[in-house]
C-alpha cells in the first residue's frame, strides 16, 4: 500500500478486526486509492455505513464518518447530504444491508437520484451473524440456514438497481483491485446516485462451507468468473453461464440530480416567506 | 536499459499469515514461516507490479523502488 494507508486510516485502531484473507480490507484498500486520486479533502468526506462486517469500515477511515443501523444506512447518509450538500458522501453496506433488511432504501434511493456515491459489499452471506444465506447467495449454496444448500434464486444487485433509476451503476470485484478503484472515482465523479457493487469473499462463513480451502481459492473464483462488460457483449450467451460482468454496466445524465429538484423546493419556500 | 529494484516488506506483526500475497505474486517472491506468515524470500525477482500490496487485506506489504543499476 506504500505509505497512503496510514494518510487514510485510523493507524490506532490497527490492526483491523477482519478476519484472515477476508476482501474488506481489500475494498478498503482500493476506496481509499479512489479518495486519493479524486484528491478530496479528508474532512469533505462523510463516510456512513450499516451493520455487519463491511458496516466497520467506517471505524478504521480517518473521515467524517458514522457506524449507523443494520439496513438504514443510505437514510442517514440521504439527510447527511441534503443538510450538508458540499459534503462528498459514500455509503457501505453488506449484502444483508443493502437487499434484505435495507432493500427498500435501496430502490428509493435509486429513484431519487441524490448525488451520493455506495458501495456494497457482496460477499453472498451474511458475514457477521454467522453465515446465513442472504438474498445474493447462490442457489444451491450452503449456509448455517441451509444445511442441505438454499432453494432461493439469488439477486442480481447491479440489475436491480438499474432497475431502480441509480444513474451509474457499476460491479467490480475485490481480485481486480484496480478496476475497484476506477469504478469508484468514476462513481464518485457522476453527480446523480452511484452505485459500485463489489463481489468479494467471507472465507470464514461462505467459503468455509462451500469448498474454498483458502481466501486465495475465492480471489481465483473471483478473477475467472468475472468477465468485462465490454467482453461479454461478444461472447455468445452460453459461455456466459455461471459468470458475471465487470466493470462500468450503466450510466444516465437525463434524469435530474435530487438536489437541484430540492434546490427548487427551498427557494420557492425562501419567496413565500419573503411575501 | 537500466533495471528497476525494488525493495518489498512485510510488517509480521499484523500479517494474518492469509496467503493472498504468496499465491498472486506473479514472480514467487514469497514463501511462509512456521507461522504460515509471509516472507520476502527473492526480492530481486520483483517487478514493482504491486499486485501484493492491492491484495493484502492488511496493509502489511510495502514495495518501495530504491535503485536503478546500468548493468541489468
Ligand atoms: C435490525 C437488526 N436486525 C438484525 C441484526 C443482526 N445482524 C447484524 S449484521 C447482520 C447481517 C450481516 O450481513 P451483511 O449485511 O451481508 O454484512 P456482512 O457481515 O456480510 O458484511 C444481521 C442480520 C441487527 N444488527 N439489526
Ligand atoms: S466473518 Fe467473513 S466477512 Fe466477516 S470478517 Fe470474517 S471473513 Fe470477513
Ligand atoms: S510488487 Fe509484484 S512482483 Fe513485487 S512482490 Fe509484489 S506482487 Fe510480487
Ligand atoms: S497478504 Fe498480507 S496478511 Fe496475507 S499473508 Fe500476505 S502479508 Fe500476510
Ligand atoms: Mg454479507
Same mark, same amino acid.
Given at each position: 500500500m506504500g505509505k497512503i494507508h496510514e494518510k487514510y486510516l485510523r493507524m490506532d485502531k490497527m490492526p483491523h478486526i477482519w478476519c484472515a484473507g477476508c476482501g474488506n480490507g481489500i475494498i478498503m484498500g482500493a476506496f481509499i486509492? *479512489? /479518495?486519493?486520486r479524486l484528491g478530496y479533502d479528508k474532512d469533505e468526506v462523510a463516510a456512513v455505513s450499516g451493520i455487519g462486517?463491511? $458496516?466497520? /469500515?467506517?471505524?478504521y477511515m480517518d473521515f467524517n464518518t458514522i457506524h449507523t443501523t443494520h439496513g438504514r444506512a443510505l437514510a442517514f447518509a440521504t439527510g447527511i447530504k441534503l443538510a450538508k450538500p458540499r459534503l462528498k458522501v459514500f455509503v457501505f453496506m453488506g449484502d444483508g444491508d443493502a437487499v434484505a433488511i435495507g432493500g427498500n432504501h435501496l430502490i428509493?434511493?435509486?429513484?431519487?437520484?441524490?448525488?451520493?456515491?455506495? @458501495? !456494497?459489499?457482496?460477499?453472498? /452471506?451474511? $458475514?457477521m451473524t454467522g453465515g446465513q444465506f442472504s438474498p445474493t447467495t447462490f442457489k444451491n449454496k450452503n449456509a448455517t440456514t441451509a444445511p442441505y444448500g438454499t432453494?432461493?434464486?439469488?439477486?442480481? !444487485?447491479?440489475?436491480?438497481? !438499474? $432497475? *431502480? $433509476?441509480?444513474t451509474y451503476v457499476a460491479r467490480g470485484t475485490s481480485y481486480? *483491485?484496480?478496476l475497484l478503484t476506477d469504478l469508484i472515482v468514476k462513481g464518485a465523479e457522476h453527480p446523480g446516485f452511484s452505485i459500485i457493487e463489489v463481489i468479494?469473499?467471507?472465507? @470464514?462463513?461462505?467459503?468455509?462451507?462451500?469448498?474454498?480451502?483458502?481466501?486465495?481459492?475465492m480471489l481465483l473464483w473471483q478473477k475467472e468468473h468475472g468477465v468485462?462488460?465490454?467482453? *461479454?457483449?461478444t461472447m455468445p450467451l452460453e459461455d456466459m453461464e455461471g459468470k458475471f460482468t465487470i466493470g462500468e454496466l450503466y450510466r444516465s445524465t437525463e434524469i435530474p440530480e435530487y438536489l437541484e429538484e430540492y434546490g427548487r423546493v427551498i427557494q420557492a419556500a425562501n419567496e413565500e416567506k419573503k411575501q | 536499459m537500466g533495471k528497476k529494484r525494488f525493495n518489498v516488506t512485510v510488517d509480521r506483526t499484523i500479517c494474518k499469515a492469509c496467503g493472498i500475497c504468496v499465491a498472486f505474486c506473479p514472480m514467487s517472491v514469497f514463501t511462509t514461516d512456521h507461522d504460515?506468515?509471509?516472507?520476502?524470500?527473492?526480492?530481486?525477482? #520483483?517487478?514493482? #507490479?504491486?499486485? #501484493?500490496?492491492?491484495? #493484502?487485506p492488511d496493509f502489511c506489504i510495502t514495495v518501495v523502488q530504491v535503485e536503478e543499476t546500468a548493468d541489468g
Open positions: 486509492n *479512489a /479518495i486519493d462486517c463491511s $458496516g466497520r /469500515i467506517t471505524g428509493h434511493a435509486c429513484r431519487r437520484n441524490l448525488d451520493m456515491t455506495a @458501495v !456494497i459489499f457482496n460477499n453472498h /452471506i451474511y $458475514g432453494t432461493d434464486p439469488d439477486f442480481d !444487485i447491479a440489475q436491480l438497481c !438499474i $432497475g *431502480a $433509476g441509480a481486480h *483491485a484496480r468479494t469473499h467471507c472465507p @470464514v462463513n461462505f467459503g468455509r462451507r462451500n469448498n474454498f480451502e483458502s481466501p486465495a481459492q468485462a462488460a465490454r467482453k *461479454a457483449k | 504460515d506468515k509471509a516472507v520476502v524470500s527473492v526480492p530481486e525477482r #520483483c517487478t514493482g #507490479c504491486r499486485q #501484493c500490496e492491492l491484495l #493484502c
